[in-house]
């Protein structure tokens, strides 16, 4: 019974230590582990944040770099407005690109009496380019004594001595075609776009008169006074305006008649 029982304790005691030696060899291995874990996140950490140091001294670099900060300003497309002009308007000398809002700049050239519309790059740099397209006069507008060229679209544009153009000229000294909108003035949209059709039909129109209540009228190789009312119907009003002078001046051996009221789109009034 002793043998026996010293045998069973002697092997109690050798599971005992086998169970001791692997918990540390387990243990032994975790911290290993952990410890490889740990220095590979000090790794990354430490790559990260070089990384960040790289990046913000990039970006000081960048934003320090005498390319990035506008140097010249390029434009195209002037024919009234003069480049000095654009470029104080644009104000952007010794800017840095990054700081800029194009379409800001874009509002701001627009401004200009002439500017229809801008189109604003800063790249590459460190050229800012503006692209612009001028409005184009139609015709003069004299009244209340100024004298003003108009666009198409009736805007009323500063005249330019300067630029030598022969334009028609509407003489409207009430100032009755003349309208506001959004606070500035401008002529009557419909108005203009009804001028502009009268000299598409006549290119040789040289002055055009508007009065209340006549509406417009005009000289016919300066020997006929045209009366054309509000000219709104204006295809027809030509259409008769002519039948009514080659009428006249068949049966009048090729002379012309004093007057020509077309005011009604219906009727020429013929006045020998």
Not at 54 to 67: K, P, Q
Not at 196 to 216: K, T
């Amino acid at each position: 019974m002793s043998s026996r029982s010293s045998r069973y304790h002697n092997n109690k005691r050798k599971r005992r230590s086998r169970f001791s030696l692997a918990a540390v060899v387990d243990n032994f291995k975790f911290a290993q582990r952990r410890t490889a874990r740990r220095e590979r996140l000090a790794k990354a950490q430490l790559l990260a944040a070089l990384l960040a140091l790289l990046t913000v001294a990039a970006l000081l670099f960048a934003w320090n770099w005498n390319m990035l900060f506008v140097s010249q300003v390029h434009v195209t497309g002037l024919h009234y407005t003069n480049l000095a002009t654009v470029v104080r308007q644009a104000d952007v000398g010794g800017y840095h690109v990054f700081g800029l809002d194009p379409d800001r700049l874009q509002k701001r050239v627009e401004q200009l009496p002439f500017v229809r519309r801008a189109q604003v790059s800063v790249f590459p740099a460190p050229v800012l380019r503006i692209r612009v397209v001028e409005r184009q006069p139609v015709f003069v507008w004299q009244g209340a004594g100024s004298s003003l060229w108009v666009d198409g679209e009736g805007v009323l544009l500063p005249a330019l001595p300067s630029a030598h153009l022969r334009l028609p000229v509407l003489i409207d000294n009430e100032s009755a075609l003349v309208v506001s909108m959004t606070g500035e003035k401008r002529l009557s949209a419909v108005y203009a776009g009804r001028i502009s059709h009268l000299l598409a039909l006549n290119p040789a129109l040289q002055v055009l008169n508007y009065r209340v209540p006549d509406g417009f009228s005009f000289r016919w190789r300066h020997q006929t006074t045209v009366y054309l009312g509000e000219a709104d119907n204006l295809s027809q009003q030509w259409r008769l305006l002519q039948g009514a002078l080659n009428s006249f001046s068949n049966q009048h051996g090729g002379t012309l008649p004093s007057a020509v009221d077309v005011s009604r789109p219906d009727s020429a009034i013929v006045t020998p």
